[in-house]
């Protein structure tokens, strides 16, 4: 059952404080929650916290043939579970609904149609063996802005895991255990995050960044934005809602680029963190 | 094989031999379609697509009234034979779930709702023939479907394929040139200037993407006024059928 929506005066006090640029969480409108991500002992599992919204991405590989239409390509294929566990919003029978359409249509053109896997250096024979990738993202908690939260975890986990090392001899293929050889990691063009913005239907009130679960149910439309730290937009999306005057939208455009070399930073961070407490523990074995 | 193509010549023509910034020819038809209450058939070169409104009518499923405005529903079916590649795509596809969403959400806030409580606007989206360009024929037959069907609206929603090959901007890609070049859909209100839907889902530098974006804004207002003519055409021509009808002069009206 679908919660009721918000009441009138919940609704009145946060128009009126985001009108004088305050909110609920004491952020600045362009103002994002901290990313708090948490590695799992398998390299490709990721957890990935915006506040209370929590999204876990998990990445394995395994070798199959690959389809005759592209026998020198690898496969890369998302698996997204939105289940009534994040929020009472998304149910289980039926026909998805358009929020949810809206989220694994969008982690598919971030996460695998803006070229961020180079596919062809997951081929391994030609026309024989490929790496599949499966990316797995299960969303936890819905606490607004899942979008965001499952976009970095995904991407996050690409970057973190590492497959195995193979070595072919004519038709033979061996594969290398992480005890034998390091893992190899994946061929990466680009790093993609994805900001979305809250509108609301009073023009004054200005537009915030990293909506949380009672901004973005009381907005008046969205626009999610995916780009890399070199100023590359891979995917802008804005489906109808308020309109938007043209100068207005590329503000919140360079907004995003900003935003993209700060997350760039915190990621290349984190995981280098994460990777120091590794080695040490490849070095005791 | 897409690469084989020359998407832009060195004298500035394209591979349909149009210039960078010309638009497709547009055929609009707004003939009655069977018993919807508005229909439109817009072409824009070889992409056409059939859009049917019916409503405001009652519901069919009491769940999904609403009490203070009118609820708005989308369906979009693709023929089997519109593309080269002969498919069939099922209702329940992503993609063409994701099309029915971008619609409803974009006329959501232009349709003038809230004067219909209680009642269900229906907008049959068929597509016949798809050359690029497939949103951006598919919003603006819609907005002609509503216009036809006398639904208020608060403008008229204009939209426009745009694309960039290298550093050149284009306008109205084909599909030859979709799978080649990085493309931005917009749909503005010319009335406004405001944009209401872009998608981009390509890779593509920020200043590009700048200069691409501006440059379909102009081009709705291009596409803005064949709208009004059609409809103004067609609209003429309504009236004048109704003018034409046997009708009792004002004399033989005295003498009954």
Redesign the interface.
């Known amino acids: 059952m679908r919660p009721p929506s918000p009441s009138i005066p919940e609704k009145e006090f946060l128009f009126s404080s985001l009108k004088q640029s305050l909110r609920l969480d004491g952020r600045l409108p362009l103002e994002q929650r901290t990313p708090q991500l948490t590695f799992g002992s398998d390299l490709g599992y990721v957890e990935c916290g915006l506040g209370k919204t929590r999204v876990l991405a998990q990445v394995e590989a395994r070798m199959v043939k690959p389809t005759p239409e592209r026998p020198f390509e690898g496969i890369v294929t998302i698996h997204s579970e939105i289940s009534p566990m994040a929020s009472p919003e998304y149910e289980t029978l039926g ?2 609904s ?1 929020e949810e ?2 989220i ?2 969008m982690l ?2 971030v996460l695998r ?3 961020v896997l180079d596919k062809e250096s997951l081929c391994i024979i030609a026309g024989q063996r490929v790496w599949h990738l499966r990316l797995t993202i299960h969303c936890l908690a819905d606490a607004g802005n899942m979008l965001d939260c499952a976009c970095l975890a995904g991407i996050v986990a690409l970057k973190h895991f590492r497959r195995p090392d193979v070595e072919v001899t004519g038709e033979e293929v061996t594969v290398h255990p992480a005890s034998e050889r390091a893992p190899i990691p994946l061929a990466m063009n ?1 790093t993609p995050f994805c900001f979305t913005f809250a509108f609301f239907p009073d023009l004054e009130t200005a537009p915030v960044l990293d909506p949380n679960q009672l901004e973005q149910r009381l907005s ?2 969205l ?1 999610s934005v995916a ?1 890399n730290a070199q ?16 100068d207005e ?2 503000r919140l ?2 907004v995003a ?1 900003e935003r993209a070399k700060e997350l760039n930073k915190l990621v290349e961070g984190r995981l280098q963190e994460d990777w120091k407490t590794r080695g040490r523990n490849v070095e005791l074995i | 094989m897409a690469s084989r193509i020359e998407i832009l010549n060195d004298g500035g023509f394209r591979s349909d031999g149009r210039r960078q910034y010309e638009l497709r020819d547009l055929a609009i038809d707004l003939s009655q379609q069977a018993s919807a209450d508005g229909a439109a058939t817009i072409t824009h070169g070889l992409t056409q697509v059939m859009v049917s409104v019916f409503g405001p009518r009652e519901a069919k499923m009491r769940s999904q009234t609403m009490h203070d405005r009118a609820n708005i529903n989308v369906e979009v079916s693709v023929a089997a034979f519109s593309t080269g590649e002969r498919r069939k795509r099922n209702r ?1 596809d ?2 063409i ?2 099309l029915a ?2 619609i ?6 232009v349709i003038q709702t809230s004067l219909y409580p209680r009642s269900q606007i229906d907008i049959f989206v068929q597509v016949l023939e798809q050359d690029g360009g497939l949103l951006q024929a598919c919003i603006n037959g819609t907005t002609l479907a509503l216009a036809n069907a006398g639904i208020p609206l608060i403008d008229f929603v204009c939209a426009v394929t745009g694309g960039v090959h290298l550093t050149a901007p284009m306008l109205d890609l084909t599909l030859i040139e979709e799978n080649d070049v990085p493309h ?1 859909s917009v749909a503005v ?1 010319p009335k ?16 590009r ?2 200069e691409i ?2 440059l379909a ?1 102009q081009a709705g207002k291009v596409i803005h006024a064949e709208f009004k003519r059609a409809l103004r055409d067609r609209t003429t021509t309504l009236v004048g059928a109704m003018g034409a009808g046997p009708r009792i002069s004002a004399e033989e009206e005295m003498e009954y």
């Open positions: 026909r998805a358009e359409v809206i694994t249509r598919d053109k149609r803006s070229d680009h008046a439309g626009m780009l100023k590359e937009l891979c995917v802008v999306q804005k489906f109808g809602g308020v309109p938007l005057a043209m939208i590329l455009i360079d680029v | 329940g992503k993609r779930l994701e969403a971008t409803k959400s974009t006329f959501e806030p931005v209100l406004t200037g405001k944009v209401t839907l872009v998608t981009m889902e390509t890779r593509l530098h920020v200043e993407f700048e974006f501006r804004g």
